[in-house]
């Protein structure tokens, strides 16, 4: 059996292994970035520490995670635009909750829990509509769309009278960039507060002027944070997604970790080190060139230059197109700024589009998560936007969510059902993974206290 | 077999990797001095430098084959420097692809005119030479359809009509004129390796369409195109040979 470590040459294990070297990205410069912060945020010391894996496995810490993140933080709800009028709703799943988000005759929105308080029945299903009050269906208790009550039929048979309470039971919520957020939590903090700083870094993308394309729900068979982890990360594109070789720079990353939110910008357009120099402009690559109106066909400079190129003719003739990019830096204009909102929402911003994934806890088994996309994109000033898709939900492997994304889904079961062996005691994080680490220090904030570690851990 | 290329002179374009490498270093393994041009002047100098290990006379280039005031000037320099010109390997290709128009107009200009024009620079050293060589680098995607109807298929088609009717006409100088249809050819830093990541479906399908299961490598090709530029195969003008690995299904009589 090989288990003596001193069996192996670690030196010539690192030297068979080593990282492509590479020269440097062009990136904008701090101060020609007009409103997101372009500046490398100073990286936090997180240690070298195995991430263990019961947190992804263990009904006692997913029970954890109810109780002390669930419940307390603000959560992606939905999109402000599904709910214009008085009375569309959203009715939104956390773990075993369930909420509606109802837009108010006054223009405001509030939210409730989705439970009748007679004999708790759900009002409604899931999903987005409207209504002009919300009766169960059960005894036909009815509530206006403030949650008061409206009408109790026969409350004369109550001896006691209704509930003393004013009508369904209310939590926080509230709007930002574009978005309706709600929090189980009756005490927590200002939404400003908790999302600080990613209005600043996202606002200037204008996401209200983005219309949704895709709204898609996959069941997959892993905890949620596998997904969270799955994408705050570059390093697994050599792994899984070879393609994306010839279409990014995996390695030349730049990650940024604030208080709970964290961050990395890929630069797009760019081929990375990986492989070598293409004989001509890589078909993903020209997919770029073409959305910012330059022919691949008629364009003859090097291949490290198209970059470059497609950020100056985007500002030269979005504006031409009808797409105001002027809060954006040029880096903006082709890279992939990625973003985590603590705990559960990804964001790749793009200026033209945005393809956001929401991650969400199965209510019962840590081993199975919701995972949903939304995709965005920028409708140039004077053009009609898409009608909104239908919302969809399937299993992982019955339909294809897009080449990338299935591979990414292909992956996530195996890694669940190999971090359940007993073979398995954490995950071995390296440099390129910084973010990981980084949300799972959030992580622990919230569990077990800020700055405090697991149990055990040392 | 003695080839007779041992002190040939030989100018072969885009050769810095590939095909066009693999036929330089063979040439200059078998004894001729070569010129090589490349729009890359890092790529052109490492390669005269590597090639140069041969032992013979290398000439090198950063040429734009498209331009052809500055791809004459570089052909007419480049045969004065290697002392005349046996042989002509016009290889440069824009490529495949779909984007637009401007396709058509690109592999008309780099794979057809550049062909073209290097004919017509040389001929007068080709003619001098007495063993006069052409061997012109088409595609097998010239003869059977291709995925897509992309103008580097149909220019590359215009390219095997060219070489015979070329070879008729300077026949009586003694300058012979063939053409070489390589099918799919992998190599490092060629289409086929960015392919096999970029579009996984589309290399199995190739790789399936090989009687004997591999790509063809450039070397293979360079075996070939070398044979037909030497003296050794005096006999042999106005052919297109296919050097595909099988990959082509037609019956060719």
């Given at each position: 059996m090989a288990t003596d470590p001193e069996d192996l040459d670690r030196e010539a294990l690192l030297e068979r292994s080593r990282a492509p070297a590479f020269k440097p990205v062009k990136r904008v410069a701090p101060e020609q970035s007009p409103e997101t912060p372009a500046e490398k945020a100073p990286d936090p010391d997180l240690g070298h520490d195995l991430i263990r894996k019961e947190r992804y496995t263990s009904p006692e810490f997913m029970r954890l995670e109810w109780d002390r993140i669930w419940t307390k933080v603000w959560l992606l709800g939905g999109l402000e635009s599904d709910i214009p009028e008085p009375g569309d709703y959203i009715c939104t799943e956390i773990g075993k909750e369930s909420v509606l988000i109802v837009r108010q005759k006054d223009g405001g929105v509030r939210a409730f829990y989705n439970v009748c308080l007679h004999r708790g029945n759900r009002l409604r299903p899931a999903g987005i509509s409207s209504a002009d009050s919300f009766k169960c269906q059960y005894h036909h208790w009815e509530y206006d769309l403030d949650g008061s009550f409206l009408r109790i039929p026969d409350l004369d048979t109550f001896p006691q009278g209704a509930p003393p309470c004013r009508g369904l039971s209310e939590i926080p919520c509230d709007t930002w960039g574009s978005f309706v957020w709600f929090s189980l939590n009756p005490g927590v903090e200002p939404l400003r507060e908790f999302l600080d700083p990613m209005p600043q870094h996202l606002d200037p993308y204008n996401f209200h002027r983005m219309a949704l394309t895709r709204d898609v729900t996959v069941e997959w068979d892993c905890n949620w944070k596998t997904s969270v982890d799955a994408f705050n990360e570059s390093y697994h594109v050599q792994g899984i997604h070879p393609q994306l070789l010839y279409y990014l720079h995996d390695l030349d990353i730049q990650i940024d970790c604030y208080e709970r939110h964290n961050r990395y910008l890929i630069p797009f357009g760019t081929v990375s080190p990986r492989v070598r120099k293409p004989p001509t402009i890589p078909d993903?690559?020209?997919?770029?060139?073409?959305?910012?109106?330059?022919?691949?066909?008629?364009?003859?400079?090097?291949?490290?230059?198209?970059?470059?190129?497609?950020?100056?003719?985007?500002?030269?003739?979005?504006?031409?197109?009808?797409?105001?990019?002027s809060r954006l830096n040029d880096d903006q204009l082709t890279d992939d700024y990625h973003y985590l909102i603590f705990p559960n929402v990804t964001l790749n911003v793009h200026a033209d589009d945005l393809m956001l994934f929401r991650q969400r806890p199965h209510p019962t088994d840590p081993n199975r998560m919701l995972y949903d996309v939304w995709t965005f994109e920028l409708v140039p000033d004077g053009e009609e936007p898409p009608r909104r898709p239908r919302h969809q939900t399937f299993r992982h492997g019955d339909k294809s969510i897009g080449l990338v994304l299935d591979q990414d889904a292909q992956n996530l079961p195996g890694v669940q059902a190999g971090m359940n062996s007993d073979a398995f005691k954490g995950l071995w994080i390296g440099s390129q993974e910084l973010r990981i680490r980084h949300f799972h220090k959030v992580i622990d904030d919230y569990v077990y206290g800020p700055g405090k570690k697991p149990p055990g851990a040392t | 077999m003695d080839l007779g290329l041992r002190g040939k002179k030989a100018i072969v374009t885009g050769a810095t990797k590939g095909i066009g490498r693999a036929i330089v270093d063979l040439l200059a393994?078998?004894?001729?001095?070569?010129?090589?041009?490349?729009r890359s002047e890092d790529e052109v100098e490492a390669a005269v430098r590597e090639v140069k290990a041969a032992g013979v006379e290398v000439v090198g280039g950063a040429v734009n084959v498209r331009n052809a005031d500055e791809y004459k000037a570089w052909l007419e320099k480049a045969a004065e420097e290697l002392g005349g010109c046996d042989i002509f390997v016009p290889n440069v290709s824009a490529g495949g692809g779909m984007d637009s128009e401007k396709n058509w107009w690109k592999n008309f200009e780099i794979d057809v005119l550049h062909t073209v024009r290097g004919c017509e620079t040389l001929m007068p050293q080709l003619e001098k030479s007495g063993h006069g060589s052409i061997v012109i680098i088409s595609s097998t995607n010239a003869l059977e359809t291709f995925y897509?109807?992309?103008?580097?298929?149909?220019?590359?088609?215009?390219?095997?009509?060219?070489?015979?009717?070329?070879?008729?006409?300077?026949?009586?100088?003694?300058?012979?004129?063939?053409?070489?249809?390589?099918?799919?050819?992998?190599?490092?830093?060629?289409?086929?390796?960015?392919?096999?990541?970029?579009?996984?479906?589309?290399?199995e399908a190739t790789l399936r369409a090989m009687p004997n299961g591999r790509f063809g490598g450039p070397d293979e090709v360079a075996r070939v195109v070398a044979f037909l530029a030497s003296p050794a195969a005096s006999i042999v003008s106005g052919a297109n040979v296919v050097a595909d690995n099988g990959f082509t299904k037609r019956v060719q009589y």
């Open positions: 993903p690559i020209k997919v770029i060139m073409k959305g910012a109106g330059i022919d691949p066909a008629d364009y003859d400079e090097p291949l490290a230059q198209i970059r470059r190129d497609v950020q100056k003719h985007k500002r030269r003739h979005g504006a031409g197109q009808g797409k105001d990019y | 393994a078998e004894g001729c001095d070569v010129a090589l041009c490349a897509v109807p992309m103008a580097y298929n149909a220019m590359k088609a215009a390219l095997i009509t060219y070489a015979k009717q070329l070879s008729q006409f300077v026949g009586k100088r003694n300058v012979r004129v063939n053409s070489v249809c390589p099918g799919p050819i992998y190599f490092e830093g060629g289409a086929w390796e960015m392919i096999k990541s970029t579009n996984a479906k589309m290399y």
